[in-house]
């Protein structure tokens, strides 16, 4: 039985879409076939289309994700649409988040009783969706319907619902879901129809663009092309230990033979005094021939330090002069074209998944460094080994 004196906050990214889901909450509670079953009331006084009342108790107010919504609370609330898929900005997610985590997370009545619910396509690793299940492990139950029958679906046993690897076939055949592949586009297809925050083959980026080759396979290369590599450590500083900053990224790296090869990459948050250790004992243990930084305001003061205490090459990187998406997509033909190498390594899935998964990945230092080292190595054909 449908309880009829609970409350509800519904909120979305927008007012208006807000809007647009309470006026169709109201059309159903006032159609003929409706009151016949439950004869549910309106009340008089608080009737607009965001803040309507029964007269039997309940209540639904709907709003914005970052609106107001002080002073209310209600059984349970929904955040339908939290994200959207046009403004999807570090920005605007933070926003997003903020909103839950000052304002929303408190309003229900009853915390023991009350229910959150977020619905939403993946459209980012730390969409809400993906904050809620990293921050809040335990509170959430997660159920994952894509449109296509996946390894994500979740609870595992709802697969037993897909017909012909389809969950709504009826209304999205197999015929309709390639048309929204072409109009979507790969990236959008798998946010929206699939709940991928990034297409399992890649983004910008494809998985079969990055080959791996073992350690004794680089040694034969080295042994038949009389190579003596010279790696270079390639760093994108953060110094913080907090969990919510990205963390530091050091990438082992050379150009030989007309390509970049990648020996390692590390990925940790340290404070200034730990990363300038850290620095000092990587490029001992692989014998760095250059420490190339990225040019930020800890960039410098990492080169400043290191040039007082060390006789390590400290170069600093120059300042780029495009976003990050357009840097990637410059040299995405060089990757394409199998110029980036890894050399086998527990680190691996590190810098494919960031290089794959961007823009909508969570951290991003590899993306950046890889496209320093591409550039630099081959664009600018900097040479770094020893015939």
Known sequence: MINPDMSFINLSYSDNLSTSHSNRVMAVINHPKFQELYHWEMDEVQRSKTDFKLKQGGERLSGGMTGTVLGRGSSCVIMDDPNNTRRLSEIERGNTIKAWTDTISTRLNDPETGLFIVIQQRLHTMDLSGYLLEKEVGNWH????????????????????????????????????????????????????????????????????????????????????????????????????????????????????????????????FTFPDLIEELKTVASTFKINRLLVEPKSSGKDIVAQLKRQTDISVVELPSPTTDKETRLNAVSPLIEAGRLILVEDISNDIIIDQLTMFPNSKHDEFVDLSGYALTRYIKQTDLNYIM
């Open 142 to 269: 997660n159920v994952v319907l894509p449109a296509e029958i996946g390894a994500n679906v979740n609870p595992p046993e709802l697969a037993e619902f897909y017909e012909d690897g389809l969950l709504w076939g009826n209304r999205f055949s197999r015929a309709v879901l390639d048309n929204f592949k072409v109009v979507l586009g790969t990236v959008g297809y798998a946010n929206q129809l699939n709940q991928l925050t990034s297409p399992e083959e890649g983004n910008i980026v494809l998985r079969d663009w990055i080959p791996v080759i073992t350690w004794e396979a680089l040694q034969v290369i080295l042994q038949v092309n009389k190579i003596k590599p010279r790696w270079d450590l390639f760093l994108d500083s953060a110094q913080t230990e907090k969990k919510t900053n990205d963390p530091s990224g050091i990438m082992i790296a050379c150009k030989m033979l007309g390509n970049v090869y990648v020996r390692k990459v590390m990925e940790k948050r």
